[in-house]
């Protein structure tokens, strides 16, 4: 069985090592086996697992659904439906941050193309930003307009 530092893991996985350690603390990782010099050592396992929980993070899942994702995966026999869920909720997620993001774009294109000559405090971009009901759509948006999925 071949064995992992910490470090070859983030090698391998392109995980920061505070990360893997982060990862351990909060359970998606079990903890590894030590060496006697109290330093870590994983097996393929936890690489695997590792691998799967990046890609899973790259596209955006938070740590509850990776959670209940890997419960499945070590579960062969269990039925498929709860993963897609799990995958359908994550969609709607992104969807509804890209509604946002092209109501921000808009709204930055609209500031940005402003035909704007003169002082600065004449300038639509400096206006828009100091009264936030001169927004396109101001009364629709969000108040809270972040794009990151939080955990």
Known sequence: MKEYSIG???RQTGVKVTTIRYYESRG???????TE??????DDAALERLAFLRHARKLGFGFDDIA????????????????????????AAVDRRMTI??????????MANADDKGQAGDCRVIQVLGDHRLCIGAHEAPTNLSITNSD
């Not at 209940?68 to 969609?91: F, S, V």
């Not at 993001?101 to 609209?110: D, F, N, P």
Request: aromatic share 2%; net charge positive; hydrophobic share 40%.
């Open 8 to 10: 070859q893991m983030s």
């Open 28 to 34: 998606l990782i079990p903890s590894p086996a030590r």
């Open 37 to 42: 010099g109290g330093q870590r050592r994983y």
């Open 68 to 91: 209940d994702l890997m419960a499945l995966a070590e579960e062969p026999a269990e039925d498929c439906a709860p993963a897609h869920e799990i995958a359908r909720k994550q969609l």
């Open 101 to 110: 993001l092209a109501q921000l774009r808009k709204e930055l294109a609209r």
